[in-house]
């Protein structure tokens, strides 16, 4: 089997030891994948004066697929989201995220297994804010036919691919007639396309309740930016937070993969970090690359883990981040 290239993108605060974890479980593995790193944030703002310098997004392009750890974003100053310049410049159009209950986690509900798949392009993260007069700030939401005919036949291929029977919507289409009327007219749309998917949908505060009351009762979960960026962060808050939910940002022709939480700068080289997320991206990324043996062998070796009770201390336990990767590694 041929390897192939993947850029890899460690980040900073935890990100190069969660990274670190992440590659060496996939060594173990034998995955054939090489790793050509790049560095971005703050180490190339210092060094070359922009965090996201061309080069990287090169290798970006270049390669297809990448592996991202977390990335500090200053806040009130400094340069501007590194993840939203991705997804724009990339046309990452597709945020999707897979969320299910591991072993020995604890959290309020088992047996979920919902996949929120949220539009990354456009809605109110178009960023297109101006002052009307003093006092008044108006933000425009941008919805167009296109992206939500592109994301809602997105969703629907995901669903066929993976055997889910289920797509819903989530729109305040009855408070926002126009735009959220047009992404929910063309999901409907799309629907048509595919008979053998479930198609319904729901206003965007009873699934938000519908979710921490009954979260079986969705399967692919399909929203705008702005409500995919809240309601994938409530469902992961379902099986235990943002450290053990994988992320994956999709487009035409690339693919990046990433852990959703936070740098963490505060623990940062203290072997506390849990690099789950982003092991549990990477087992996306080869399912992504068509290597499904080599993912079902790193995932099978995760859920042993989490069942045997070795965790990292974030959930519960008190195994370091290496310690947690030998334990998968040694899985295998």
């Known amino acids: ?15 190069p030891e969660v990274s670190d974890a992440v590659v060496s479980i996939l060594e173990a593995a034998r995955t054939p994948v090489a790793f050509e790193e790049v560095v971005v944030g703050q180490a190339a703002f210092d060094a070359e004066g922009d965090p996201l310098p ?11 697929v990448a592996l991202k750890g977390p990335v500090t974003t200053p806040v009130g100053k400094g340069f501007a ?10 046309d990452l159009y597709a945020n999707l995220r897979p969320v299910q209950n591991l072993p020995n986690i604890a959290s309020r509900f088992q047996g979920v297994d919902v996949v929120v798949v949220r539009e ?3 809605d109110l993260y178009s960023g297109l804010e101006h002052t009307v007069v003093p006092g008044v700030v108006e933000s425009l939401k941008i919805i167009t036919e296109a992206a939500s005919t592109r994301i809602a036949r997105f969703a629907f291929d995901y669903a066929r691919r993976h055997g ?14 126009l735009s959220d009327g ?28 519908r979710l921490v009351m009954n979260p079986e009762v969705f399967d692919v979960m399909l929203l705008e930016n702005l409500y995919g960026d809240i309601v994938s962060d409530l469902a992961a808050g379902l099986v235990g937070g943002l450290g053990l939910v994988p992320g994956a940002n999709l487009g035409p022709t690339t693919a990046i993969f990433e852990a959703v939480h936070g740098s963490a700068p505060d623990i940062a080289g203290t072997d506390r970090a849990n690099p789950t997320a982003l092991l549990l991206s990477a087992i996306l990324m080869l399912r992504h690359l068509a290597l499904d043996e080599h993912a079902d062998s790193i995932e099978r070796a995760v859920t042993e883990t989490f069942a045997a009770g070795i965790r990292t201390p974030d959930v519960g336990g008190s ?6 990767a030998r334990a998968i590694a040694e899985r295998l």
């Open 1 to 15: 089997m041929s390897e192939r290239t993947v850029t890899l993108i460690k980040g900073d605060g935890i990100g």
């Open 54 to 64: 061309e080069r990287a997004l090169r290798s970006v392009r270049r390669n297809g």
């Open 81 to 90: 989201s590194i993840n939203v310049r991705l997804r724009k410049t990339l």
């Open 120 to 122: 990354n392009t456009e």
């Open 164 to 177: 889910r029977k289920r797509v819903t919507a989530i729109h305040k289409a009855n408070i926002m007639k």
């Open 182 to 209: 047009l992404f929910l007219e063309c999901f409907r749309r799309v629907s048509q396309e595919y008979p053998d998917i479930a198609a319904d949908d729901r206003i965007v505060d009873a699934a938000c309740m």
């Open 319 to 324: 195994a370091g981040t290496k310690a947690f």
